[in-house]
C-alpha cells in the first residue's frame, strides 16, 4: 500500500471549516483513499473514502487531486468533538491491512 | 444496528497470567480484524480472520500469542503468559463480505494492562 505524508498537527476555530492535507504521490490506480478519526484513545472511527471522485457525508467531504497524488479531508463547520487525530490512509480495492501512520493531531478552539 | 463490540474494555493481569479478549462483530460482517495500539503509538495490524479460517497472521508475534474466530461465537484474541511490553489497547474491527472497498468499522478496544 502506497505511503502518505500528513502535517503532525492543525488548528482550527470552532465553527470554521478544517481542511486536513494528505500527500500519497505513489497511490496505485487500485487503491482507494480511506480517512478515519481516533477521538482520546477511542477506537478509529471511518470518516470517508474514496477512488478518484470527489465524495461528501454526512460527517465530512473528500477532495481528491485529478492526478489523485494528493487529497484534503474538510469538515466544513468544525466543533470541539471534531479534536481527534485523523489518519490518511491508502489501501487496495481488496485489501485488509489498514495501515495507520501517525496522523494530524487536530485541535479545534473555541 | 449494533457496532463492533469488544470485551472486557478494561483488563488487568499480572505477569504470566492469560488475557482472553473478546470481538462481536456488526450484524452481517464476516471479517474480523486485530490491531494493537501501544501508549503514543499508531495502530498495528496483528490478525485478520474469516469465520473458522485465519488469513493472514503476519503482523500477531510469533509466541504466546494465537487469534480465532469460531463459527458460532466471537472472535477471541489470546495472550499466554502476559509480559508487561503487552500492555497496550487491543483493537477489533469488522468489515462485511463481498464490498471491493472492505471498509473496516472498529470496535471501542480493550485495553490490557499487565502489572
Known amino acids: 500500500d502506497a505511503k502518505t505524508t500528513q502535517p503532525t498537527s492543525m488548528d482550527c476555530a470552532e465553527g470554521r471549516a478544517a481542511n486536513l492535507p494528505c500527500n500519497h504521490s505513489t497511490i496505485s490506480g487500485n487503491e482507494y483513499v480511506y480517512w478515519y478519526r481516533q477521538i482520546h484513545s477511542q477506537g478509529p472511527q471511518y470518516i470517508i473514502h474514496?477512488?478518484?471522485n470527489n465524495e461528501t457525508n454526512e460527517m465530512a467531504s473528500l477532495i481528491i487531486t485529478e492526478d489523485r497524488k494528493s487529497s484534503t479531508l474538510i469538515l466544513p463547520h468544525a466543533t470541539l468533538r471534531d479534536t481527534a487525530v485523523y489518519y490518511c490512509i491508502v489501501r487496495v480495492a481488496g485489501g485488509f491491512k489498514t495501515i495507520f501512520g501517525a496522523g494530524t493531531r487536530l485541535f479545534v478552539k473555541a | 444496528n449494533a457496532g463492533v463490540m469488544q470485551n472486557p474494555r478494561h483488563l488487568v493481569r499480572r505477569r504470566g497470567q492469560e488475557a482472553r479478549l473478546r470481538c462481536s462483530p456488526m450484524k452481517g460482517h464476516s471479517h474480523v480484524y486485530w490491531y494493537r495500539q501501544l501508549p503514543e503509538e499508531g495502530l498495528k495490524f496483528m490478525v485478520y480472520l474469516q469465520k473458522e479460517n485465519i488469513i493472514d497472521e503476519s503482523g500477531m508475534p510469533k509466541e504466546r500469542f494465537s487469534a480465532e474466530f469460531p463459527k458460532e461465537g466471537p472472535s477471541i484474541l489470546r495472550i499466554q503468559q502476559v509480559v508487561r511490553g503487552d500492555s497496550a489497547a487491543y483493537f477489533c474491527?469488522?468489515?462485511?463480505?463481498?464490498?471491493?472497498?472492505?471498509?473496516?468499522?472498529f470496535g471501542p478496544g480493550t485495553r490490557l494492562l499487565v502489572l
Open positions: 474514496g477512488l478518484k
Open positions: 474491527a469488522s468489515s462485511p463480505p463481498g464490498l471491493a472497498e472492505e471498509t473496516q468499522y
